[in-house]
Each structure stands twice: as structure tokens, then as C-alpha cells.
């Protein structure tokens, strides 16, 4: 990605991309989460299919609540925006404020590491495989934003954030790989570039591999990443995208937030459905509106 190809973007048309995509992150998680732990079958018995966003599911949510992918989403866009680029220590500091708050949901891994940080002051964790769960790639989505059209820095901050929870190498190449095809789909809104981008990355990771994938929708990040695109790849509006990955049930809030924020990236705001759009919590919907625009002056825009 280079300066003169991201001007080629008008600043406006890449504002209303990376809201959509901070959006669709929020929708994704609020609408999945009502049949997190369902399985496809269980979903199409209940809902024949699942289409709006009501809540319930194991949380008991009210329609338009989010969860943890959203939460944390939002406190490290809240430090990336005060502290004017990425700063390991506020993240964690917010990340445990959040912990304390109590939230509905938390991954045992963005626990753990939450924890290590709250006893040992350390922002990152030792290595470890048991670390590949998908809770750092699903909340990278700020990153994306605030480094846009800075590459270099986008992957470092990409594994600095992911390693306050999680220190694993899938997970690792899933939060920096994450980044790169957002940035990308923000700069050039083409599913023909998108997919060359992810084949070339398959062929180095190539346990990724996506076609046609109808394996499990875990929260294991390999079986995250290929239900995402999968699903991405194989629609071709924001509603059909969602549905599809959501109703593959599993991890559905995540699934659901993190190919919600590439499908935004790609369609923009004018293709999400209003009905989700007003489903969703005023007050996160207001805070993604304002926060967009500051993390993208943290890049080129
Ligand atoms: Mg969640």
C-alpha cells in the first residue's frame, strides 16, 4: 500500500468505509450473539433462519447489547485515540477497568492474560500453543484504522495488542493479516483484489484455507479466520455476509463482529440494513460515529 494509492481514496469515502466497518463489527457481535453455542442445526429449527437482532441467546441479552469483542474493540480505539498511537500499558490498564466492571462476557484466555498484567505488570504473556483462541484478532479492528496507510506500524501495534492476552503464533498471524486485509479493503472496496490478497496469505499459512470451508465455527482462531472469509468470500451484500456466517452458529458473536467489520470495510454504510443499524445500542452507535474519524487521523487521512 502506498501514499499516492490511499489518496487515490477520497478522505470522505474512507471515513464512511471505516465507520461501516466499526459498525458492522458492533452488528455482527450484537446479532451473532444471540445464538452463540447453537449449531446450525439448532439455529435452523429455531429460526428457520436467524435474521435480526433480538438478543436472548446464552447471555440473555436485550436486543442491540454488545459483548466482549465490541467492549474491548472499544477500549483499545478509547487508548489509541488518548494516548495518540498505541501505548501497550493503557490498553492493559484499560482492559483490566473493564475486567473490574464486569463484564457479561470474557474469553478465559483474555482473562488469564488480563490477570497476569493486573499481578505481574507485564503487557505481554510467555509463548504458549494453548494461546490460540481468537479474542486478540477479534478486537484489532482499531488498529486497522488508527494505522491506516502506515503498514509497518500496523503490525507491530497489531501483535502488541494481541499479545497482552494472547501469545501464540496463529493467533499472532491472524491479528497482523487481519489488519492488512481491512486496510485494504478500505483503500481499494474490491473483492477481486481482497481475494488475490488472501490467497497470496494462504499460500504462506496455508492451514487458513477457506474455499468452501464447512468445518466447525469455533473460537479457535483457524477455525474463526476461515469461517470469516469463507462467508466473506462467498455473498456479495453486507446482510447476505452476516446471515450466512452467523447462522453457521458457534462462536457466532465473533464470527459475526469480525466479518461484520470487513464486509463494512468493503460495501460501506449505505448497505447495512437500517433495521440492524437501529437495533443496535445508541450509545455504542454514537461512540463508533465519533471515535472513527479520530482514529483515522491517526494514520494518512
Ligand atoms: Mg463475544
Redesign the pocket.
Known amino acids: 500500500m502506498t501514499q499516492s494509492r490511499a489518496l487515490a481514496v477520497t478522505s470522505l469515502d474512507l471515513e464512511s468505509r471505516a465507520s461501516a466497518a466499526f459498525l458492522g463489527l458492533a452488528i455482527g457481535?450484537a446479532f451473532g450473539?444471540t445464538v452463540?453455542f447453537m449449531t446450525e442445526r439448532e439455529i435452523a429449527a429455531q429460526y428457520g433462519v436467524h435474521w435480526n437482532i433480538v438478543g436472548g441467546g446464552w447471555l440473555r441479552l436485550k436486543a442491540g447489547d454488545i459483548?466482549?469483542?465490541t467492549q474491548m474493540s472499544l477500549v483499545l480505539a478509547r487508548s489509541l485515540v488518548k494516548r495518540g498511537g498505541f501505548d501497550a500499558q493503557d490498553v492493559a490498564d484499560g482492559f483490566a477497568n473493564w475486567l473490574k466492571s464486569g463484564p457479561l462476557?470474557v474469553?478465559n484466555t483474555c482473562r488469564r492474560g488480563i490477570r497476569r498484567y493486573m499481578t505481574h505488570g507485564t503487557v505481554e504473556g510467555p509463548y504458549s500453543e494453548g494461546d490460540g483462541g481468537n479474542g486478540a484478532v477479534?478486537r484489532v479492528l482499531p488498529v486497522a484504522l488508527a494505522s491506516f496507510g502506515r503498514p509497518e506500524i500496523g503490525e507491530t501495534w497489531a501483535l502488541a495488542q494481541g499479545r497482552i492476552t494472547h501469545h501464540q503464533e496463529k493467533s499472532d498471524a491472524a491479528c497482523v493479516w487481519f489488519v492488512r486485509l481491512i486496510q485494504q479493503a478500505l483503500l481499494t472496496p474490491d473483492k477481486t483484489v481482497l481475494r488475490s490478497l488472501a490467497d497470496r496469505w494462504i499460500e504462506e499459512h496455508p492451514y487458513f484455507r477457506y474455499a468452501a470451508y464447512t468445518g466447525p465455527s469455533s473460537a479457535y482462531v483457524v477455525d474463526t479466520i476461515r469461517t470469516v472469509l469463507c462467508g466473506f468470500f462467498e455473498t456479495n451484500t453486507f446482510e447476505d455476509c452476516l446471515i450466512r456466517v452467523v447462522n453457521r452458529g458457534g462462536?457466532a458473536?465473533?464470527t459475526g463482529?469480525m466479518v461484520g467489520a470487513l464486509a463494512g470495510a468493503l460495501y460501506g454504510l449505505d448497505a447495512i440494513p437500517k433495521r440492524w443499524v437501529k437495533a443496535l445500542q445508541k450509545e455504542v452507535r454514537e461512540e463508533i460515529a465519533t471515535i472513527t474519524p479520530k482514529l483515522l487521523r491517526l494514520g494518512v487521512a
Open positions: 457481535d450473539a452463540e459483548t466482549d469483542d462476557d474469553g477479534m462462536d458473536d465473533t463482529a
